[in-house]
Protein backbone atom coordinates (compact mmCIF):
# COMPACT_ATOMS: atom_id res chain seq x y z
CA UNK A 1 0.00 0.00 0.00
CA UNK A 2 1.46 3.55 -0.78
CA UNK A 3 0.90 6.30 0.96
CA UNK A 4 0.11 9.66 -0.88
CA UNK A 5 0.22 13.12 0.72
CA UNK A 6 -0.43 15.11 -2.05
CA UNK A 7 -3.32 15.76 -1.77
CA UNK A 8 -3.08 17.90 1.40
CA UNK A 9 -3.28 21.45 0.03
CA UNK A 10 -4.23 24.29 1.68
CA UNK A 11 -7.61 24.51 0.63
CA UNK A 12 -8.47 21.53 2.10
CA UNK A 13 -6.82 22.37 5.06
CA UNK A 14 -8.43 25.41 5.44
CA UNK A 15 -11.92 23.78 4.31
CA UNK A 16 -11.70 21.12 6.67
CA UNK A 17 -8.81 21.11 9.44
CA UNK A 18 -8.86 24.74 10.53
CA UNK A 19 -12.31 24.82 11.14
CA UNK A 20 -11.72 21.71 13.08
CA UNK A 21 -8.60 23.09 14.88
CA UNK A 22 -10.45 26.35 16.01
CA UNK A 23 -12.80 23.99 17.86
CA UNK A 24 -10.58 22.19 19.31
CA UNK A 25 -8.58 25.13 20.83
CA UNK A 26 -11.57 27.09 21.77
CA UNK A 27 -13.08 23.94 23.74
CA UNK A 28 -9.76 23.64 25.33
CA UNK A 29 -9.55 27.62 26.10
CA UNK A 30 -12.70 27.78 27.78
CA UNK A 31 -13.16 24.50 29.57
CA UNK A 32 -9.68 25.20 31.12
CA UNK A 33 -10.83 28.83 32.21
CA UNK A 34 -13.82 27.71 33.35
CA UNK A 35 -12.60 24.38 34.58
CA UNK A 36 -10.19 26.21 36.71
CA UNK A 37 -12.98 28.65 37.93
CA UNK A 38 -15.41 26.05 38.92
CA UNK A 39 -12.28 24.11 40.33
CA UNK A 40 -11.35 26.86 42.92
CA UNK A 41 -14.58 26.89 44.10
CA UNK A 42 -14.62 23.12 44.27
CA UNK A 43 -11.27 23.26 46.04
CA UNK A 44 -12.67 26.04 48.41
CA UNK A 45 -15.16 24.33 49.61
CA UNK A 46 -13.61 20.96 50.23
CA UNK A 47 -10.77 23.20 52.16
CA UNK A 48 -13.37 25.37 54.10
CA UNK A 49 -13.85 22.30 57.09
CA UNK A 50 -17.20 22.81 56.55
CA UNK A 51 -19.33 20.04 56.47
CA UNK A 52 -22.23 20.78 54.49
CA UNK A 53 -19.75 22.03 51.60
CA UNK A 54 -17.36 20.09 52.36
CA UNK A 55 -19.17 16.52 51.35
CA UNK A 56 -21.15 17.71 48.30
CA UNK A 57 -17.63 18.94 46.84
CA UNK A 58 -16.11 15.48 47.32
CA UNK A 59 -18.93 13.33 45.89
CA UNK A 60 -18.83 15.68 42.81
CA UNK A 61 -14.53 15.46 42.11
CA UNK A 62 -15.04 11.57 43.18
CA UNK A 63 -17.78 10.69 41.35
CA UNK A 64 -16.81 12.80 38.38
CA UNK A 65 -12.88 11.15 38.59
CA UNK A 66 -14.87 7.35 38.60
CA UNK A 67 -16.56 8.04 35.08
CA UNK A 68 -14.89 7.79 31.93
CA UNK A 69 -15.30 11.17 30.31
CA UNK A 70 -16.86 9.26 27.08
CA UNK A 71 -19.84 8.72 29.41
CA UNK A 72 -19.66 12.15 30.79
CA UNK A 73 -20.17 13.52 27.26
CA UNK A 74 -22.91 11.02 26.44
CA UNK A 75 -24.61 11.85 30.08
CA UNK A 76 -24.65 16.00 28.96
CA UNK A 77 -25.75 15.44 25.40
CA UNK A 78 -28.52 13.44 26.69
CA UNK A 79 -29.31 15.48 30.21
CA UNK A 80 -28.83 19.13 29.13
CA UNK A 81 -31.75 19.23 26.36
CA UNK A 82 -33.94 17.41 28.63
CA UNK A 83 -33.13 20.45 31.57
CA UNK A 84 -33.41 23.56 29.43
CA UNK A 85 -36.13 22.07 27.17
CA UNK A 86 -34.71 22.07 23.68
CA UNK A 87 -32.06 21.10 21.77
CA UNK A 88 -28.60 21.90 21.85
CA UNK A 89 -25.63 21.37 19.23
CA UNK A 90 -23.10 18.88 19.88
CA UNK A 91 -20.51 21.41 20.24
CA UNK A 92 -22.44 23.49 22.99
CA UNK A 93 -22.59 20.47 24.90
CA UNK A 94 -19.42 19.36 24.48
CA UNK A 95 -18.09 23.19 25.91
CA UNK A 96 -20.67 22.60 29.12
CA UNK A 97 -19.47 18.73 29.79
CA UNK A 98 -15.88 19.34 29.69
CA UNK A 99 -16.17 22.55 32.23
CA UNK A 100 -17.76 20.14 34.15
CA UNK A 101 -15.94 17.38 34.23
CA UNK A 102 -12.54 19.46 33.82
CA UNK A 103 -13.21 21.29 37.21
CA UNK A 104 -12.89 18.11 39.11
CA UNK A 105 -9.90 17.81 38.05
CA UNK A 106 -8.13 21.03 38.34
CA UNK A 107 -9.82 21.15 42.10
CA UNK A 108 -8.06 18.50 43.37
CA UNK A 109 -4.57 20.11 41.92
CA UNK A 110 -5.65 23.68 43.56
CA UNK A 111 -6.54 21.44 46.56
CA UNK A 112 -3.12 19.90 46.53
CA UNK A 113 -1.38 23.11 45.76
CA UNK A 114 -2.59 24.74 48.59
CA UNK A 115 -1.85 21.55 51.05
CA UNK A 116 1.40 21.57 49.92
CA UNK A 117 2.30 25.03 51.47
CA UNK A 118 4.21 24.15 54.91
CA UNK A 119 1.47 25.40 58.04
CA UNK A 120 4.54 27.16 59.25
CA UNK A 121 4.28 29.59 56.34
CA UNK A 122 0.52 30.09 57.76
CA UNK A 123 1.37 30.46 61.42
CA UNK A 124 4.01 32.78 60.07
CA UNK A 125 1.89 35.23 58.04
CA UNK A 126 -0.60 34.76 61.31
CA UNK A 127 2.02 35.57 63.67
CA UNK A 128 3.02 39.38 61.49
CA UNK A 129 -0.61 39.95 61.94
CA UNK A 130 -2.10 39.45 58.37
CA UNK A 131 -5.82 38.62 58.24
CA UNK A 132 -7.38 35.56 56.40
CA UNK A 133 -7.14 36.71 52.87
CA UNK A 134 -3.76 39.01 53.31
CA UNK A 135 -2.71 35.65 54.28
CA UNK A 136 -3.97 33.87 51.65
CA UNK A 137 -3.00 36.57 49.15
CA UNK A 138 0.72 37.22 49.87
CA UNK A 139 1.77 34.26 51.42
CA UNK A 140 -0.38 30.65 50.35
CA UNK A 141 -1.22 31.46 47.05
CA UNK A 142 1.60 32.83 45.31
CA UNK A 143 3.55 29.70 46.70
CA UNK A 144 0.68 27.34 45.97
CA UNK A 145 0.28 28.88 42.49
CA UNK A 146 4.02 28.23 41.56
CA UNK A 147 3.78 24.47 42.47
CA UNK A 148 0.38 24.04 40.80
CA UNK A 149 1.10 25.85 37.49
CA UNK A 150 3.40 23.21 35.88
CA UNK A 151 0.41 20.72 36.86
CA UNK A 152 -2.37 22.54 35.59
CA UNK A 153 -0.81 23.62 32.68
CA UNK A 154 0.00 20.06 31.82
CA UNK A 155 -3.81 19.01 32.21
CA UNK A 156 -4.44 21.48 30.36
CA UNK A 157 -2.42 19.47 27.27
CA UNK A 158 -4.36 15.93 28.75
CA UNK A 159 -7.75 18.21 28.21
CA UNK A 160 -6.39 18.82 24.72
CA UNK A 161 -5.98 15.47 23.96
CA UNK A 162 -9.33 14.75 25.25
CA UNK A 163 -11.47 16.75 23.44
CA UNK A 164 -10.82 14.25 20.59
CA UNK A 165 -13.17 12.14 22.45
CA UNK A 166 -16.51 14.25 21.13
CA UNK A 167 -16.10 11.78 18.41
CA UNK A 168 -18.93 10.25 20.94
CA UNK A 169 -21.24 12.88 19.80
CA UNK A 170 -20.21 13.52 16.68
CA UNK A 171 -19.02 17.33 17.24
CA UNK A 172 -16.45 18.87 14.97
CA UNK A 173 -13.00 18.81 16.27
CA UNK A 174 -9.63 18.28 14.57
CA UNK A 175 -9.76 15.01 14.57
CA UNK A 176 -13.05 14.92 13.10
CA UNK A 177 -11.98 17.45 10.69
CA UNK A 178 -8.79 15.27 9.28
CA UNK A 179 -11.66 12.50 9.35
CA UNK A 180 -13.76 13.73 6.66
CA UNK A 181 -11.48 14.89 4.30
CA UNK A 182 -10.05 11.89 4.55
CA UNK A 183 -13.37 10.71 3.07
CA UNK A 184 -14.09 12.77 0.72
CA UNK A 185 -10.49 12.21 -0.75
CA UNK A 186 -10.45 8.38 -0.29
CA UNK A 187 -7.46 8.72 1.73
CA UNK A 188 -8.44 7.80 5.67
CA UNK A 189 -5.21 6.02 6.47
CA UNK A 190 -3.18 9.22 5.38
CA UNK A 191 -5.57 11.65 7.33
CA UNK A 192 -5.60 9.74 10.44
CA UNK A 193 -1.62 9.38 9.99
CA UNK A 194 -1.29 13.14 9.10
CA UNK A 195 -3.88 13.71 12.78
CA UNK A 196 -1.43 12.14 14.57
CA UNK A 197 1.71 13.98 13.70
CA UNK A 198 -0.11 17.10 13.96
CA UNK A 199 -1.70 16.09 17.49
CA UNK A 200 1.94 14.78 18.45
CA UNK A 201 3.41 17.96 17.16
CA UNK A 202 1.35 20.46 19.55
CA UNK A 203 1.65 18.10 22.79
CA UNK A 204 5.11 18.00 22.63
CA UNK A 205 5.72 21.12 22.40
CA UNK A 206 3.66 22.49 24.66
CA UNK A 207 5.28 19.61 27.31
CA UNK A 208 8.27 20.80 26.32
CA UNK A 209 7.60 24.45 27.08
CA UNK A 210 6.04 23.28 30.33
CA UNK A 211 9.10 21.27 31.41
CA UNK A 212 11.30 24.89 30.90
CA UNK A 213 8.43 26.58 32.59
CA UNK A 214 8.97 24.43 35.38
CA UNK A 215 12.52 24.63 35.73
CA UNK A 216 12.37 28.13 35.52
CA UNK A 217 10.39 28.76 38.17
CA UNK A 218 10.69 26.36 40.73
CA UNK A 219 11.07 26.62 43.74
CA UNK A 220 14.33 25.43 45.48
CA UNK A 221 13.96 24.18 49.06
CA UNK B 1 -40.52 11.93 34.24
CA UNK B 2 -41.16 8.28 35.06
CA UNK B 3 -38.71 5.59 35.76
CA UNK B 4 -38.84 2.36 33.29
CA UNK B 5 -36.57 0.02 34.40
CA UNK B 6 -38.72 -2.78 32.95
CA UNK B 7 -36.18 -1.75 29.49
CA UNK B 8 -33.65 -4.18 30.62
CA UNK B 9 -36.10 -7.18 30.94
CA UNK B 10 -37.23 -6.28 26.78
CA UNK B 11 -35.73 -9.03 24.48
CA UNK B 12 -33.13 -7.10 22.14
CA UNK B 13 -34.95 -8.44 18.81
CA UNK B 14 -38.90 -8.34 19.77
CA UNK B 15 -38.86 -5.49 22.58
CA UNK B 16 -41.15 -8.02 24.32
CA UNK B 17 -40.37 -8.10 28.39
CA UNK B 18 -39.33 -11.29 29.19
CA UNK B 19 -39.87 -13.40 32.12
CA UNK B 20 -37.35 -13.49 34.57
CA UNK B 21 -35.48 -10.85 32.95
CA UNK B 22 -32.73 -13.39 31.66
CA UNK B 23 -33.53 -14.45 27.87
CA UNK B 24 -33.62 -17.97 27.23
CA UNK B 25 -32.71 -20.36 24.93
CA UNK B 26 -30.54 -17.75 22.50
CA UNK B 27 -32.64 -14.91 22.76
CA UNK B 28 -31.00 -12.13 24.57
CA UNK B 29 -32.48 -9.47 26.91
CA UNK B 30 -30.86 -6.06 27.37
CA UNK B 31 -29.73 -7.14 31.01
CA UNK B 32 -28.12 -10.29 28.87
CA UNK B 33 -26.06 -7.65 26.27
CA UNK B 34 -25.14 -5.14 29.62
CA UNK B 35 -23.53 -8.01 31.35
CA UNK B 36 -21.93 -9.41 28.64
CA UNK B 37 -20.52 -5.75 27.39
CA UNK B 38 -19.11 -5.66 30.92
CA UNK B 39 -17.15 -8.36 30.09
CA UNK B 40 -15.97 -7.25 27.51
CA UNK B 41 -15.08 -3.44 29.40
CA UNK B 42 -13.24 -6.20 32.13
CA UNK B 43 -11.43 -8.30 29.48
CA UNK B 44 -10.36 -5.45 27.25
CA UNK B 45 -8.92 -3.47 30.72
CA UNK B 46 -7.18 -6.62 32.26
CA UNK B 47 -5.57 -7.61 29.30
CA UNK B 48 -4.91 -4.23 28.45
CA UNK B 49 -3.20 -3.67 32.11
CA UNK B 50 -1.03 -6.75 31.85
CA UNK B 51 0.67 -5.61 28.25
CA UNK B 52 0.74 -2.52 29.93
CA UNK B 53 2.38 -3.95 32.97
CA UNK B 54 4.87 -5.85 31.67
CA UNK B 55 6.32 -2.97 28.35
CA UNK B 56 6.11 -0.52 31.28
CA UNK B 57 8.03 -2.18 33.74
CA UNK B 58 10.70 -3.21 31.18
CA UNK B 59 10.94 0.51 29.42
CA UNK B 60 10.32 2.11 32.73
CA UNK B 61 13.54 -0.04 34.36
CA UNK B 62 15.68 0.62 30.85
CA UNK B 63 15.29 4.86 31.61
CA UNK B 64 17.13 4.15 34.50
CA UNK B 65 20.42 2.45 33.38
CA UNK B 66 23.44 4.91 33.89
CA UNK B 67 26.03 4.30 31.33
CA UNK B 68 23.39 3.60 28.43
CA UNK B 69 22.32 7.07 26.84
CA UNK B 70 20.94 5.52 24.09
CA UNK B 71 18.91 3.09 25.53
CA UNK B 72 17.90 5.91 28.01
CA UNK B 73 16.57 7.90 25.54
CA UNK B 74 14.88 5.45 22.92
CA UNK B 75 12.91 4.56 26.18
CA UNK B 76 12.52 8.76 26.93
CA UNK B 77 11.00 8.51 22.97
CA UNK B 78 8.89 5.73 23.58
CA UNK B 79 7.15 7.49 26.35
CA UNK B 80 7.03 10.84 24.54
CA UNK B 81 5.43 9.30 21.51
CA UNK B 82 2.42 7.23 23.52
CA UNK B 83 1.82 10.23 25.89
CA UNK B 84 1.70 12.78 23.20
CA UNK B 85 -1.26 11.46 20.88
CA UNK B 86 -4.71 11.27 21.92
CA UNK B 87 -5.88 7.52 22.91
CA UNK B 88 -8.99 7.77 20.20
CA UNK B 89 -6.07 8.85 17.58
CA UNK B 90 -3.86 5.56 18.57
CA UNK B 91 -6.99 3.56 18.44
CA UNK B 92 -7.64 4.97 14.98
CA UNK B 93 -3.90 4.14 14.02
CA UNK B 94 -3.93 0.64 15.42
CA UNK B 95 -7.76 -0.28 14.05
CA UNK B 96 -7.39 1.58 10.48
CA UNK B 97 -4.07 2.19 9.91
CA UNK B 98 -1.72 -0.35 10.68
CA UNK B 99 -3.36 -3.10 8.85
CA UNK B 100 -3.56 -1.18 5.70
CA UNK B 101 0.27 -0.52 6.03
CA UNK B 102 1.19 -3.85 7.32
CA UNK B 103 -1.07 -6.98 5.53
CA UNK B 104 -0.29 -8.97 8.74
CA UNK B 105 -2.48 -7.59 11.21
CA UNK B 106 -5.20 -7.38 8.70
CA UNK B 107 -7.02 -10.74 10.29
CA UNK B 108 -6.59 -9.66 13.60
CA UNK B 109 -9.89 -8.92 15.22
CA UNK B 110 -10.78 -5.44 16.54
CA UNK B 111 -10.91 -6.34 20.21
CA UNK B 112 -6.93 -7.76 19.81
CA UNK B 113 -6.13 -4.65 18.36
CA UNK B 114 -8.32 -2.21 20.85
CA UNK B 115 -5.75 -4.19 23.62
CA UNK B 116 -2.98 -3.06 22.00
CA UNK B 117 -3.67 0.33 21.65
CA UNK B 118 -4.46 0.64 24.97
CA UNK B 119 -1.78 -1.18 26.62
CA UNK B 120 1.25 0.34 24.22
CA UNK B 121 -0.79 3.87 25.80
CA UNK B 122 -0.80 3.03 29.18
CA UNK B 123 2.41 1.49 29.16
CA UNK B 124 4.32 4.97 28.39
CA UNK B 125 2.39 6.01 31.86
CA UNK B 126 3.21 2.93 33.53
CA UNK B 127 6.99 3.58 32.45
CA UNK B 128 7.37 7.21 33.75
CA UNK B 129 5.68 5.80 37.06
CA UNK B 130 8.51 2.71 37.32
CA UNK B 131 11.43 5.63 36.18
CA UNK B 132 10.40 8.04 39.33
CA UNK B 133 9.77 4.96 41.62
CA UNK B 134 13.35 3.83 40.62
CA UNK B 135 14.94 6.89 40.93
CA UNK B 136 13.11 7.90 44.29
CA UNK B 137 15.48 5.02 45.78
CA UNK B 138 18.35 6.54 48.13
CA UNK B 139 21.53 6.04 45.15
CA UNK B 140 23.42 4.18 48.04
CA UNK B 141 21.11 1.59 47.23
CA UNK B 142 22.81 0.39 43.46
CA UNK B 143 26.30 0.84 45.00
CA UNK B 144 25.61 -1.28 47.64
CA UNK B 145 23.93 -3.82 45.67
CA UNK B 146 26.87 -3.64 43.26
CA UNK B 147 29.36 -3.21 46.13
CA UNK B 148 28.09 -6.72 46.89
CA UNK B 149 29.22 -7.87 43.55
CA UNK B 150 25.95 -8.52 42.29
CA UNK B 151 25.61 -7.62 38.84
CA UNK B 152 23.19 -4.83 37.50
CA UNK B 153 20.56 -7.60 36.42
CA UNK B 154 20.78 -8.93 40.19
CA UNK B 155 21.03 -5.68 41.74
CA UNK B 156 17.93 -4.79 39.68
CA UNK B 157 16.46 -7.86 40.56
CA UNK B 158 16.66 -8.59 44.08
CA UNK B 159 17.64 -4.36 45.04
CA UNK B 160 16.09 -1.46 42.98
CA UNK B 161 12.62 -3.51 41.61
CA UNK B 162 11.21 -4.78 44.74
CA UNK B 163 11.56 -1.49 46.70
CA UNK B 164 10.40 0.61 43.47
CA UNK B 165 7.17 -1.13 42.86
CA UNK B 166 6.13 -1.33 46.53
CA UNK B 167 6.53 2.67 46.16
CA UNK B 168 4.44 2.95 43.12
CA UNK B 169 1.67 0.59 44.04
CA UNK B 170 -0.88 4.33 44.68
CA UNK B 171 -0.29 5.53 41.37
CA UNK B 172 -0.27 2.09 39.58
CA UNK B 173 -3.62 1.85 41.29
CA UNK B 174 -4.83 5.00 39.29
CA UNK B 175 -3.31 3.70 36.32
CA UNK B 176 -5.52 0.48 36.49
CA UNK B 177 -8.56 2.53 37.03
CA UNK B 178 -7.42 4.96 34.21
CA UNK B 179 -7.31 1.59 32.11
CA UNK B 180 -11.29 0.89 32.90
CA UNK B 181 -11.88 4.28 31.62
CA UNK B 182 -10.10 4.38 28.85
CA UNK B 183 -11.54 1.24 27.71
CA UNK B 184 -14.38 2.98 27.12
CA UNK B 185 -12.68 4.59 23.95
CA UNK B 186 -13.45 1.73 22.76
CA UNK B 187 -16.47 2.47 21.42
CA UNK B 188 -14.90 4.00 18.70
CA UNK B 189 -13.98 1.07 16.78
CA UNK B 190 -17.48 -1.09 17.66
CA UNK B 191 -15.66 -3.13 20.44
CA UNK B 192 -18.88 -4.35 22.32
CA UNK B 193 -18.33 -3.04 25.45
CA UNK B 194 -20.14 -0.95 27.90
CA UNK B 195 -20.00 2.40 26.32
CA UNK B 196 -21.10 0.81 23.06
CA UNK B 197 -24.19 -1.04 24.93
CA UNK B 198 -25.07 2.34 26.54
CA UNK B 199 -24.61 4.31 23.06
CA UNK B 200 -26.64 1.93 21.24
CA UNK B 201 -29.29 0.69 23.65
CA UNK B 202 -30.17 4.59 24.16
CA UNK B 203 -30.76 4.54 20.54
CA UNK B 204 -32.84 1.56 20.57
CA UNK B 205 -34.85 2.42 23.51
CA UNK B 206 -35.03 5.38 24.27
CA UNK B 207 -34.27 4.96 27.71
CA UNK B 208 -31.25 7.03 27.94
CA UNK B 209 -31.44 7.63 31.45
CA UNK B 210 -32.12 4.06 32.76
CA UNK B 211 -29.39 2.68 30.83
CA UNK B 212 -26.69 5.31 31.00
CA UNK B 213 -27.27 5.20 34.82
CA UNK B 214 -26.56 0.91 35.12
CA UNK B 215 -23.59 1.71 32.65
CA UNK B 216 -22.27 4.61 34.88
CA UNK B 217 -23.20 2.55 38.01
CA UNK B 218 -21.31 -0.52 36.29
CA UNK B 219 -17.98 1.79 35.73
CA UNK B 220 -18.01 2.91 39.52
CA UNK B 221 -18.41 -1.11 41.01
CA UNK B 222 -15.91 -1.61 38.69
CA UNK B 223 -13.23 0.94 39.96
CA UNK B 224 -14.33 0.39 43.27
CA UNK B 225 -13.24 -3.11 43.29
CA UNK B 226 -10.04 -2.29 41.82
CA UNK B 227 -9.47 0.28 44.52
CA UNK B 228 -10.29 -2.23 47.47
CA UNK B 229 -7.85 -5.11 45.45
CA UNK B 230 -5.15 -2.88 44.75
CA UNK B 231 -5.27 -1.84 48.45
CA UNK B 232 -5.52 -5.23 49.73
CA UNK B 233 -1.97 -5.74 47.42
CA UNK B 234 -0.60 -2.92 49.64
CA UNK B 235 -1.00 -3.55 52.92
CA UNK B 236 0.52 -7.57 52.03
CA UNK B 237 3.39 -6.42 49.94
CA UNK B 238 4.18 -3.81 53.04
CA UNK B 239 7.30 -3.87 54.64
CA UNK B 240 7.03 -3.32 58.07
CA UNK B 241 9.49 -0.37 58.77
CA UNK B 242 9.87 0.81 55.80
CA UNK B 243 8.10 4.08 55.70
CA UNK B 244 7.44 5.38 51.80
CA UNK B 245 7.09 9.20 51.71
CA UNK B 246 4.11 10.57 49.89
CA UNK B 247 2.92 6.87 49.58
CA UNK B 248 0.37 7.01 52.01
CA UNK B 249 -3.21 6.87 51.43
CA UNK B 250 -5.41 6.38 48.99
CA UNK B 251 -4.96 5.60 45.23
CA UNK B 252 -6.83 8.54 43.98
Keep these: MNLDFSFYNWDLISNFVLKGLYFSLILTLVATIGGVLFGTVLALMRLSGKKWLDVPATIYVNGMRSIPLVMVILWFFLLVPAIIGRPIGAEVSAVVTFIAFEAAYFSEIMRAGIQSIPRGQVYAGQALGMTYSQNMKLVVLPQAFRNMLPVLLTQTIILFQDTSLVYAIGAYDMLKGFEVAGKNFGRPIEAYLAAAVLYFIMCYALSWAVKRLHQKIAIIR | ?252
Excluded at chain 2, 55 to 73: A, E, N, Y
Aim: with cysteine; net charge positive; charged share 15%.
Design chain 2, 1 to 252: MSWDWQVFCQDTMDREVVQGCFGKGGDITYLDWMLSAWGWTVSVSLLALLLALVLGSFIGTLRTLQDRPMIVRLGNAWVELFRNIPLLVQIFLWYHVLPSLFPVLRGVPGFALVVLALGFFTSARIAEQVRSGIQALPRGQRYAGLAMGFTTFQTYRYVLLPMAFRIIIPPLTSETMNIFKNSSVAFAVSVAELTMFAMQAQEETSRGIEVYLAVTTLYIISAFAINRIMAFIEKRARIPGMVVSGAAGGGH
